[in-house]
């Protein structure tokens, strides 16, 4: 990464110009990570500027060593244009200070660009036939017209010099390895500022297929799963909650053989068992008696496997779209789940996950036994935000395995029958439900 004086020097019509620094801003969407500003240096006030869209124009350049020869897998959704190279569109401009904080005398101009789950050029990881993998990102922004400003009128210029990329909530995750002599497994973490005698919650997530390999923040940046340490979710758990998102070097459903389990076994039960009871041990200031597990797909299929193998670790769990088949799930381990909290999230539209042979054959039995098992089962999995739209206006739909979305944004609130889940009275979204769950 290049500091501010390090720019580098072109000639342009026989004058000798310097490039500007710019910084970007990384938001985790619905649909992955991907640049939504771009933050231009100017080195000097620019109040009173008041610049248009149309004024700047955006080229990015990503560069990946991955290759592109596989078949685009059904779990992933429909393929975007996963672009290498292209522009951008800005919808606005303002001037901020060198953090994209709007700033009336900032040095700074805050461009925003538009993000779509269907253009990946704003994306700053990228599908390599096996996993998400980060890729270098370099913008490329010029400044087609003058701007002017309280102090004189700024010429046309280009800023190419990467200053740094900051991950919203993703910046403040810690990253540590479990040293198992057989599976040593990554994770990332994060542990809010408290008292010394402070006992606070532990959300464990765990990612699915895409979301495995050598690269630990994509556990949590892959997914919208940073939303779980974002103030309004922290505010929830009572202002602060510890979150811990391993990640599997293959995938959790793998067998002990690289391939995916075909009896429900998978080789990282155990170890993944140890790495969360070592991580509760070396952080005395999680209150034992409220930790969640959960996770999608086949991080569902691994929450399933964990709270079978140790129920009692855990106050709730929130299986999504979980991928332990029925057929594996005996009828001893649904007594192991009977006094837990417990609430699935699944849609009807899901084409990797059947539910009928997975969530909804397990519920049902569940249910029998467990009077505080709940099961939100979407119709389908659609735009909520109103920024991701089909050509004709309505609201796009995602892949129906993607339920993780709803869960993400705490949506999830009916129950099985079709009626609010309830607690204490009161309709209760499932984040809601889970900070309320506390072993006696």
């Not at 630990?216 to 202002?239: C, R």
């Not at 089962?377 to 935000?385: A, G, I, P």
Request: proline share 6%; glycine share 8%; with cysteine.
């Amino acid at each position: 990464m290049q500091k501010d004086s390090e720019r580098t020097f072109r000639t342009k019509g026989g004058f000798l110009q310097m490039n500007g620094t710019y910084y970007t801003i990384t938001e985790v969407f619905d649909f992955g990570p991907h640049i939504s500003k771009v933050i231009l240096d100017y080195g000097k006030s620019m109040k009173g500027a008041a610049p248009s869209p149309e004024q700047f124009t955006v080229h990015v350049t990503r560069t990946s060593t991955e290759g592109e020869d596989f078949v685009w897998p059904n779990f992933m959704g429909d393929k975007p244009d996963d672009s290498m190279d292209g522009t951008r569109r800005v919808s606005n401009v303002y001037v901020s200070d060198k953090t994209g904080v709007s700033c009336e005398d900032g040095t700074c101009l805050t461009l925003e660009l538009p993000c779509f789950i269907m253009e990946g050029i704003g994306s700053i990881i990228k599908f390599n036939g096996n996993f998400n993998v980060f890729v270098n990102v370099a913008y490329d922004v010029t400044q087609v017209s003058e701007i002017a400003t309280d102090d004189g009128a700024i010429s046309p210029q280009t800023f190419d010099v990467d200053g740094e990329n900051r991950v919203i909530y993703g910046e403040w995750l810690k990253e540590d390895r479990y040293e198992d002599p057989q599976i040593p497994l990554s994770y990332v973490y994060y542990e809010p500022e408290m008292d010394v005698d402070e006992k606070i919650p532990l959300i464990i997530w765990l990612h699915g297929a895409g979301e495995g390999g050598q690269e630990p923040p994509i556990a949590a940046i892959g997914n919208k799963v940073v939303n779980l340490i974002s103030p309004k979710v922290q505010k929830i758990f009572g202002g602060k909650t510890y979150l811990l998102a391993p990640q599997a070097p293959t995938m959790w459903m793998d067998d002990g053989t690289g391939e995916y389990t075909k009896d429900g076994s998978s080789k990282y039960t155990e170890v993944l068992d140890a790495l969360i009871g070592a991580f509760v041990d070396a952080h005395p200031q999680i209150d034992r008696s409220r930790i969640y597990i959960g996770g999608c797909s086949n991080g569902g299929f691994m929450t399933m496997k964990q709270i079978i193998f140790n129920p009692s670790r855990y106050a709730a769990a929130y299986p999504v779209c979980e991928a332990l088949a029925d057929a594996f799930i005996s009828d001893e381990d649904i007594l192991k789940l009977k006094d837990l909290p417990i609430w699935f999230t699944h849609a009807k539209t899901d084409p990797v996950v059947v539910p009928d042979d997975f969530v909804v054959p397990t519920y049902e039995r569940l249910a029998k036994v467990n009077p505080n098992a709940h099961f939100t089962y979407w119709d389908k999995v659609l735009d909520h935000t109103g920024t991701q739209k089909n050509a004709d206006g309505t609201p796009f739909e995602y892949i129906g395995h993607w339920s993780w979305i709803p869960m993400l944004n705490d949506e999830c609130v009916l129950d099985y029958d079709g009626k609010p889940v309830m607690t204490n009275g009161k309709e209760t979204p499932i984040l809601e439900w889970m900070a309320a769950q506390k072993k006696a």
